[in-house]
């Protein structure tokens, strides 16, 4: 069964540019959630969506938004790139239920993002 | 609102060594607490998880976790490391019907051979 699936890998970009990346989650997984990852900040959540409803989000600007289509790939997007959003991006997909019985999540390698 | 708490940034041992890795978390409620690691250059993975029942839980590579309701915490341990458990750890928890995980900063851990 294949894994978590991120692409870009790597990318670099400027300042004021936008970045879209993608995530394709295990197969039969339904919900998928974004993290950002930074050295001494751990993980932070970004956002989550099950069945294309974002179901929560965590406390970052405007800029990042996400959206899932009906095949629950999902895709992040940030706008007006600033040098802080330099990370790593993970995407971790999991076969919860609205109950969320199982709590497991399966991670992406990630798409590390170079903001100059 | 939820939040976890690593108390070691980076800890340092020799083989053979006990390891404890401390969490504590902020919820006042029933949670579900979990374990991952980050090994160099691979994706973060389940170490293990706590939902409910006995309060010690076992997870691969010999590792375990014990919840301690009236502390909080939920702490990592293994009596004997090795080389290979080289890695970052992450704990995290969730509110049952929560739709996030919340995951604390990470302890680097660093095995000398």
């Known amino acids: 069964k294949a894994g978590v699936t991120q692409t870009p890998r790597y990318l670099i970009k400027t300042r004021g540019q936008q970045v879209t990346l993608s995530c394709s989650p295990i197969s039969g997984h339904r919900s998928v959630s974004w993290y950002q990852q930074t050295p001494g900040q751990g993980l932070q959540f970004l956002f989550e969506?099950?069945?294309?409803?974002?179901?929560n989000k965590g406390n970052f600007p405007g800029r990042f938004s996400g959206r899932q289509f009906s095949n629950s790939r999902s895709e992040m997007n940030v706008s007006t790139l600033e040098l802080g959003d330099s990370a790593l991006y993970l995407c971790?997909?999991?076969?919860?239920?609205?109950?969320?019985?199982?709590?497991?999540?399966?991670f992406g390698e990630g798409s590390r993002l170079t903001v100059l | 609102a939820q939040s976890v708490s690593q108390h070691n940034h980076h800890v340092i041992l020799s083989e053979a060594a006990s390891l404890e890795l401390g969490c504590n978390y902020s919820?006042?409620?029933?949670?579900?607490l979990f374990w991952y690691v980050q090994y160099p250059g691979q994706h973060l993975q389940l170490l293990l998880k706590?939902?409910?029942?006995?309060?010690l839980v076992k997870g691969i590579k010999g590792f375990e976790a014990e919840f301690i309701k009236s502390k909080f915490s939920f702490n990592l341990r293994k009596p004997s490391v090795q080389w290979s458990d080289t890695a970052e750890y992450f704990c995290a928890v969730n509110a049952p019907r929560d739709d996030k995980i919340i995951f604390g900063k990470g302890t680097r851990l660093h095995i000398l051979p």
């Open positions: 971790a997909s999991s076969s919860l239920t609205r109950e969320r019985d199982t709590g497991e999540l399966f």
């Open positions: 919820y006042g409620g029933t949670v579900n």
């Open positions: 969506y099950f069945s294309e409803t974002q179901r």
């Open positions: 706590y939902f409910s029942g006995d309060p």
